[in-house]
């Protein structure tokens, strides 16, 4: 679940309207989920659900490759296709000339101006170098802050640079081993201060303000791993919770197996319980609405044969803010 979090967020900092229930829902195809005056658009949900994709190809693909710009290209044509930034060349780094500025906004009226071509496949040389590099004097997560500025401000891709760049963090966390499993995520914490953020990066550009960037980003790392230490709590005591309150109303392993499922898969219909339980519907309606009966899954909308049912307490505790 918290790679949907870190999806949901990461996009949101791009501008896209889409919430971790949104996401969720729009999975088990079951939007828009009733209640909502405003639901989010295809091509929003689209977006998150692509920088899923992308993260968990990336994550799979460290088994054989390591962060390189091989793998950078292949996430980003993950990230963008079939998704409104299409036409910017999935997959391709960018072969002409891009700015960094309000909508519309000519080159000289531009915040900030990546390299020219020629310089960006110089310096993206030199960042995989980098990336490879076995003897560096900086401490990793020191690294991290200066991998992901640089990657930045090259900008590669025409579109989707601030995604696979927040992306980067994480596959490079797993690749070193600082971490066992994909748990940290930053951009909770780049979205709230996004604005210091975007200045931060910046500043490095625009007079070498190093220092005050890597502070900001090793203050992210330490708020995010304390906010994925409570929510993994949390999570893990409503599981728990959950458990003996089930074993305590003498319920069959059929139950027990759908609420362990709900942490992967909060948001579901009937139909897809009988998929995965691999029993006849009777069943599976059975099972739902047993969960039902003891408050851990909250029917959505009118009674029908695809209506979704939701696990609010798992979404509340991945959606709300520290």
């Given at each position: 679940p918290?790679?949907?979090?870190?999806?949901?967020?990461s996009?949101?900092?791009?501008?896209?309207?889409?919430?971790?229930?949104?996401?969720?829902?729009?999975?088990?195809r079951?939007l828009p989920?009733?209640?909502?005056?405003t639901?989010?658009?295809e091509?929003d949900?689209?977006?998150v659900?692509?920088y899923?994709n992308a993260l968990?190809?990336g994550?799979?693909?460290?088994?054989?490759?390591?962060v390189?710009?091989?793998?950078?290209?292949?996430?980003?044509?993950?990230?963008?296709?079939?998704v409104?930034?299409?036409?910017?060349?999935?997959?391709?780094?960018r072969?002409?000339?891009?700015?960094?500025?309000?909508p519309?906004c000519t080159?000289?009226?531009?915040?900030?101006?990546?390299?020219?071509?020629p310089q960006?496949?110089?310096a993206?040389?030199?960042?995989?170098r980098?990336l490879?590099?076995q003897?560096?004097?900086?401490?990793?997560?020191?690294?991290?802050?200066?991998?992901?500025?640089?990657?930045?401000?090259?900008?590669?891709?025409?579109?989707g640079?601030g995604?696979i760049g927040?992306?980067?963090?994480?596959?490079?966390?797993?690749?070193?081993?600082l971490?066992?499993?994909?748990?940290?995520y930053?951009?909770?914490?780049?979205?709230?201060?996004?604005q210091?953020?975007?200045?931060?990066?910046?500043?490095?550009s625009?007079r070498?303000?190093?220092?005050?960037?890597?502070l900001?980003?090793?203050r992210g790392?330490a708020?995010?791993?304390?906010?994925?230490?409570?929510?993994?709590?949390?999570?893990?005591?409503?599981?728990?919770?959950?458990?003996?309150?089930?074993?305590?109303?003498?319920?069959?392993?059929?139950p027990?197996?759908?609420?362990?499922h709900?942490?992967?898969?909060?948001?579901?219909?009937?139909?897809?319980?009988?998929?995965?339980l691999?029993?006849?519907?009777?069943t599976?309606?059975?099972v739902?609405e047993?969960l039902?009966?003891?408050g851990?899954?909250?029917?959505?909308?009118?009674a029908?044969?695809r209506?979704?049912?939701?696990a609010v307490?798992?979404?509340?505790?991945?959606?709300e803010e520290?």
């Amino acid at each position: 679940p918290f790679i949907r979090r870190e999806a949901v967020l990461s996009s949101r900092i791009e501008g896209t309207q889409a919430d971790i229930a949104d996401l969720y829902a729009y999975e088990a195809r079951q939007l828009p989920l009733p209640g909502v005056e405003t639901p989010p658009s295809e091509a929003d949900l689209r977006e998150v659900l692509n920088y899923v994709n992308a993260l968990e190809y990336g994550l799979e693909r460290l088994n054989t490759l390591p962060v390189s710009l091989r793998l950078i290209r292949e996430l980003h044509e993950r990230l963008l296709t079939g998704v409104r930034g299409e036409r910017a060349t999935p997959g391709e780094f960018r072969r002409s000339q891009n700015w960094i500025g309000p909508p519309g906004c000519t080159l000289k009226e531009a915040a900030f101006v990546p390299p020219p071509v020629p310089q960006m496949h110089e310096a993206l040389d030199a960042l995989e170098r980098y990336l490879h590099r076995q003897d560096d004097p900086y401490p990793p997560l020191v690294r991290l802050a200066l991998i992901h500025y640089q990657f930045e401000a090259i900008h590669p891709f025409i579109d989707g640079n601030g995604r696979i760049g927040r992306l980067l963090i994480t596959l490079l966390l797993v690749q070193w081993e600082l971490l066992p499993l994909p748990l940290l995520y930053l951009s909770a914490y780049f979205y709230r201060y996004r604005q210091d953020y975007y200045d931060l990066l910046r500043a490095v550009s625009e007079r070498g303000a190093w220092e005050d960037w890597v502070l900001f980003f090793l203050r992210g790392v330490a708020e995010q791993a304390q906010d994925a230490i409570a929510r993994a709590r949390r999570l893990q005591d409503l599981r728990e919770k959950w458990r003996s309150q089930l074993i305590r109303t003498r319920a069959s392993a059929l139950p027990l197996k759908l609420m362990e499922h709900l942490f992967v898969t909060p948001v579901l219909t009937v139909p897809q319980v009988q998929q995965w339980l691999e029993v006849s519907h009777p069943t599976a309606q059975r099972v739902v609405e047993k969960l039902v009966q003891e408050g851990i899954l909250h029917p959505a909308g009118e009674a029908s044969y695809r209506r979704a049912f939701r696990a609010v307490d798992i979404l509340k505790t991945l959606s709300e803010e520290e």
